[in-house]
């Protein structure tokens, strides 16, 4: 059974950074390409970054980019979003998923994903 089980969410303050972790199990880890996306209080969810399952190709969403930065490592089975320069409109539950199957390309579409996390609350303070 496939489990992705995200950290590293909290309350910072505009400006300050954060790192999210996704710890994925039960799948082989370097065949998917993975994703971050959020889900703010009455907004749907939307993407964040994506990155191909070789962690060679990234994408980032215009909002977060130059703030944002997607990676992975195989050898943990984790995937990271490294959050900088976080103002109070990222404040947003985040969620990790996984692409539906292996593929070589980044994964932009909501669609392709198949298996969530629980998902990390970030909050950030004026």
């Known amino acids: 059974q496939v489990q992705l089980v995200e950290s590293g969410g909290g309350l910072v303050q505009a400006g300050g950074p954060l790192r999210l972790s996704c710890a994925a199990s039960?799948?082989?880890?370097?065949?998917?390409?993975m994703g971050w996306f959020r889900q703010a209080r009455g907004k749907e969810r939307e993407l964040v970054a994506a990155?191909?399952?070789?962690?060679?190709?990234?994408y980032v969403t215009d909002p977060v980019k130059g703030r944002f930065t997607i990676s992975r490592d195989n050898a943990k089975n984790t995937v990271y979003l490294q959050l900088n320069s976080l103002k109070p409109e990222d404040t947003a539950v985040y969620y990790c998923?996984?692409?539906?199957?292996?593929?070589?390309?980044?994964?932009?579409?909501?669609?392709?994903?198949?298996?969530w996390g629980q998902g990390t609350e970030v909050t950030v303070s004026s």
């Open positions: 039960g799948r082989t880890f370097t065949s998917y390409a």
């Open positions: 990155i191909s399952r070789s962690g060679v190709n990234t």
């Open positions: 998923a996984t692409d539906t199957r292996p593929r070589f390309s980044v994964v932009v579409t909501m669609d392709k994903y198949d298996y």
